[in-house]
């Protein structure tokens, strides 16, 4: 008789032959870290979260109250120029304008109110003023054909020096900014007894608490904006019309959409963001300042905050959140360098460094996600 020996066999979860793999247990965070690694920030997400915990490891101060309304200036002006910025770019555009009406802004905005229009209208008229310009460098662009890059080179060193004829290069003080002082009967305890004593407060108006000068006015002004535009980018005809634009401008021109009107829509979207951003910034330190080397650098520093945050500049795609978050990371950065004691010097050397750095982790998160997404 002849014997049979019987294989061992093993099942899988439902039953199946030995053929069917056993899926393997996922290890501990690494579903949470495969989440962030799909999401279009992830990879300045995470390069954050490092830079962070490094500065919070090596500098005692870094978490805590007092520091993060310092960080705030560096963060929520960054956050408002990238998300403008993120219009232009998806389209495959720059605008290097942003640095003039940052500029300009205030100093329209000034001139206005000193003609008596009052702070409010004389705000709304100046930020009308940039829009204008936005509209014609968007008809530069989309109906004259002119390269981008050229047209808003062009209006950037225009309009910078037109501010400084107009400023006489005079620094002056930022209307309704001032700050008041009042005298209010505070009582102290001295040897037991209740002393009332007259004591000086300053403050600013409501106009200056709304528009910079409160604490954190500047930072509800990022995330409103950033979330309003973020949720135009994705859910609206614009932000669909933005990307297909981006994607392949022929073919949206030939299922009609309105290529020119949505170009000129971004450029006057990204001036806004920037005169707003001027003048919160001249409201919140009191001071108009009619110096173009400030302006200049912190419009590269806006774009490069959308680009690490994952707009490409090749156009079609971005993202306003990751803009963000780029700027978040850029102003943890040189916040994070000065509490180190970093010399003055050497703040834009580091910050460079750490530009080239985030993106090429931005490449390879990127290239990581594909794959992840390819397996799926």
């Known amino acids: 008789m002849a014997s049979t020996t019987h294989e061992p066999t093993s099942s899988g979860p439902q039953g199946g032959p030995q053929g ?4 393997r247990r996922a290890l501990p965070g690494r579903d949470v870290l495969e989440r962030v690694i799909a999401l279009r920030e992830g990879s300045i997400i995470i390069v954050t979260i490092i830079v962070a915990i490094y500065f919070s490891a090596n500098t005692s101060t870094f978490f805590t109250g ?54 409010v209208a004389s705000l709304i008229l100046a930020l009308l003023v940039c829009m204008a310009v936005g509209a014609i460098n968007g008809a530069f662009v989309s109906i004259l054909g002119v390269s981008s890059f ?145 302006p200049n650098e912190l419009l590269l520093i806006a774009i490069a905050g959308a680009v690490i945050g994952g707009t490409l500049l090749a156009g079609g795609s971005g993202t306003v959140v990751g803009a963000l978050i780029g700027a978040l990371f850029l102003g943890i950065l040189k916040d994070g360098l000065i509490l180190q004691g970093v010399n003055a010097n050497y703040l834009l050397f580091y910050t460079g460094i750490a530009i080239i750095v985030a993106m090429t982790a931005n490449v390879y998160v990127q290239k990581a996600r594909r794959g992840h997404t390819g397996r799926g």
């Open 20 to 23: 069917s793999a056993r899926p």
């Open 66 to 119: 007092s520091n993060f309304k310092t960080l705030l200036p560096y963060f929520a002006p960054l956050a408002i120029l990238a998300a403008g910025e993120v219009f232009v770019m998806i389209l495959g555009e720059i605008d290097l304008s942003i640095g003039a009406m940052y500029m300009f802004a205030p100093i329209v905005f000034y001139k206005f109110d000193s003609a008596g229009l009052g702070l």
């Open 150 to 294: 050229v047209t808003t080179l062009g209006v950037l060193f225009g309009f910078e020096g037109l501010s400084l004829i107009l400023s006489h290069g005079t620094p002056v003080a930022t209307p309704g900014a001032q700050i008041h002082s009042t005298t209010v009967q505070v009582q102290h305890i001295v040897n037991g007894h209740a002393i009332t004593l007259p004591e000086k407060v300053n403050h600013v108006g409501t106009f200056a608490n709304v528009f910079g000068a409160g604490v954190y006015s500047e930072l509800i002004w990022a995330l409103v904006i950033v979330g309003l535009l973020q949720v135009v980018l994705t859910f609206t005809r614009w932000g669909l019309y933005t990307v297909a634009i981006g994607s392949n401008k022929i073919g949206a021109a030939e299922a009609g959409v309105k290529v020119t009107l949505i170009t000129i829509r971004n450029f006057v979207l990204s001036a806004l963001c920037a005169g707003l951003v001027g003048v919160l910034e001249a409201i919140r330190s009191q001071t108009i300042q009619p110096d173009p080397s400030g």
